[in-house]
Structures are given as structure tokens and as C-alpha cells.
């Protein structure tokens, strides 16, 4: 990852990894766009499901979520 990352999706779920000291230079740890979706499935293991994760990309992305 770069430090000027603006978004990042997280696939762990709990908020421990944000107490690291690493991960505070990163500027979408610093404007909290760091999101973890309800619905991983799709965006862990797409195959046909493909579209399912672009959609659940977008809605994560477009409304922060």
C-alpha cells in the first residue's frame, strides 16, 4: 500500500489493526475511509460472482458504507 491510499477495504473484521502505528500514516486511515462490507463473500472469492462484488465495491465507495 501506498501512504496516499485514499480508500482502503478491509477484509478482517474488528478495529484492533487501527491501533498500529503503521497503519496511521496512511491518509485513508487518517480521513476514515476504511471499510469493512457486511457482504466480504463475494469480494473474497468472486468467480461467477463477479458482478456481486462490483456492486458491493460501488456501494461501499459511493456512499461509505
Given amino acids: 500500500l501506498k501512504e496516499k491510499t485514499e480508500v482502503i477495504i478491509w477484509s478482517a473484521s474488528g478495529s484492533g489493526w487501527k491501533k498500529r502505528r503503521v497503519w496511521q500514516k496512511f491518509d485513508a486511515v487518517k480521513k476514515n475511509r476504511v471499510f469493512c462490507p457486511a457482504d466480504q463473500d463475494a469480494l473474497l472469492r468472486p ?15 459511493e456512499k461509505g458504507e
Wanted: glycine fraction near 6%; aromatic fraction near 0%; avoid cysteine.
Fill in 47 to 61: 468467480g461467477p460472482r463477479l458482478p456481486e462484488a462490483v456492486k458491493t465495491l460501488r456501494k461501499v465507495l
